[in-house]
Each structure stands twice: as C-alpha cells, then as structure tokens.
C-alpha cells in the first residue's frame, strides 16, 4: 500500500514539476497560478493520505520541501515580472 502512495506521490510531483519546467520561459500570471493551483491539490492530497496514516512522516517532510521550493521560485518570478 506504501509503495502504491510513493508511486502516486512521484507521479504528481513529475506531472507538477513538468507543468513548471514548461512555464519557465513564460512569465504570464495565469500559468503560474494554474502551477499554484495543481500545488494546492497536491498538498491537500498528501494530508489526506498522511491523516488516514497512508504516507510515512519523513516522506511527507521531503515532499513539503519540494513543493516549498516551487512556491518560492513562483513567488520570485512573480516579484521580478
């Protein structure tokens, strides 16, 4: 069952980060509140899966720093548009 929500995991933070990667020579608003926007659900995905005890501590951390870093260059893209 862990590995199944690994796999998830991976697979979202992939889809995300793809999503992100294809942005980078864009400097438009509305992509980067749609990349804000597939974070969010991310997030609120993890904390389901982390209350109902389906997701290890450790690697919900280590998925919070990365979705913490892709807010931070968001919001210093958004400071140098």
Known sequence: MLND???EIRRLLL???AKFA???PLTG???LSEIEEELDTLSGW???RFLYEKIAPDR???VAVIISHIR???ERRR???
């Open 22 to 24: 294809a942005t980078l």
């Open 29 to 31: 608003q509305i992509r």
């Open 60 to 62: 919900i951390n280590g």
């Open 46 to 48: 993890l904390l389901e």
């Open 5 to 7: 929500v690994a796999g």
């Open 15 to 17: 889809t995300t980060r």
């Open 72 to 74: 931070l260059v968001i």
């Open 79 to 81: 400071k140098a548009a």
